[in-house]
């Protein structure tokens, strides 16, 4: 059973930045791809960026490209989400999963219990 633990979170400013870590208590066969959600109260649980674990390709939502970069350490286990020029509607709780290269939560099989990210204006 893969176990994710996120950390970073927290309240910051307009402007602010982030760095959200995600780590792994292993590495197994399913886990092609690292990604990122997101769920702000009263809306589903949207996609964010994933990274593939061979080869570092990345994918981001339009709505955090340019601001957030997803990245990896292979050594550790862990992924990291670098969140710049955070904005209010960047608030929700954040949860890191494992599983295919995909968009959709049903992508992926193993999920963290996730993290509060909460930006004031």
């Known amino acids: 059973q893969v176990q994710l633990v996120e950390s970073g979170g927290g309240l910051v400013q307009a402007g602010d930045s982030l760095r959200l870590s995600c780590a792994a208590s292993?590495?197994?066969?399913?886990?092609?791809?690292m990604g990122w959600f997101r769920q702000a109260p009263a809306k589903e649980r949207e996609f964010v960026a994933a990274?593939?674990?061979?080869?570092?390709?990345?994918r981001y939502a339009d709505s955090v490209k340019g601001r957030f970069t997803i990245s990896k350490d292979d050594a550790k286990n862990t992924v990291y989400l670098q969140m710049n020029s955070l904005k209010p509607e960047d608030t929700a709780v954040y949860y890191c999963?494992?599983?295919?290269?995909?968009?959709?939560?049903?992508?992926?099989?193993?999920w963290g219990q996730g993290t509060q990210v909460t930006v004031s204006s």
């Open positions: 292993q590495r197994t066969w399913s886990m092609y791809s």
């Open positions: 999963a494992t599983g295919s290269w995909g968009t959709k939560t049903t992508d992926y099989n193993y």
């Open positions: 990274v593939i674990w061979a080869g570092g390709d990345t």
